[in-house]
């Protein structure tokens, strides 16, 4: 075998793999992870079941990969870009609805982990758990970035973390009840209210 054909197979693997993993995601997604098969899968893949235990040993690796694929670890190290000359209200309700418009670009995720983990999936649990463990100190030093210098801010970046944290899955379970509501405006108007808490009312409104 030529060294070009060498390096036409080494990148054909992984674009297998990451098709699979898409595929998965979507089926599981919408199923949820105990009622999609590997065989579903194969067939939605248009390979055979062998070649996706080639990839992913159990239905356990290939949920894993499902999720760690998309190296959240990685992304939550860049903090969002906003502009630090905004009041510290605007500026905190500015991160809070950037923060929502990526977590909502994942959504698939998010339900996957949200229907698996209230079934008692064991990895879905477990790697639910090291998202939430990575997601708070990322967010408070997000905070820390933002509000660290700001003289005019009494904002707690570790407490309001945690806060963030817990409200992220209640946004996403607050939209199944409430499926007619605009995702925008219930975005913005729980990021306002989130503001006016963390910065003591409409205080932060104007910059000191």
Known sequence: MSADAAGAVVEAAPSRRERILDIALDLMAEHGASATSMRQLANACDVNVAALYHYFPSKADLLRSVIEERRYGLRLRE???????????????????????????????WRLLLGEGLRGDETALAVGGEIL????????????????????????????AT???????????????????????????DAEALADLALGGRAGTSAS
Not at 136 to 160: K, N, T
Not at 182 to 188: G, I, L
């Open 79 to 109: 903090v969002p870009s906003i502009d630090a000359s905004l009041p510290p209200r605007e500026r905190l309700v500015a991160l809070i609805l950037a923060m929502w418009d990526g977590a909502h670009d994942e959504e698939a995720i």
């Open 163 to 189: 806060v963030l944290c817990g409200q992220m899955l209640g946004f996403f379970t607050s939209q199944l009840f409430r499926p007619t509501e605009s995702r925008d405006a219930a975005a913005r108007r």
């Open 133 to 160: 463990e990575a997601l708070e100190p990322a967010l408070r030093d997000w905070l820390a970035s933002l509000f660290g210098d700001d003289g005019g801010s009494s904002l707690d970046p570790a407490a309001v």
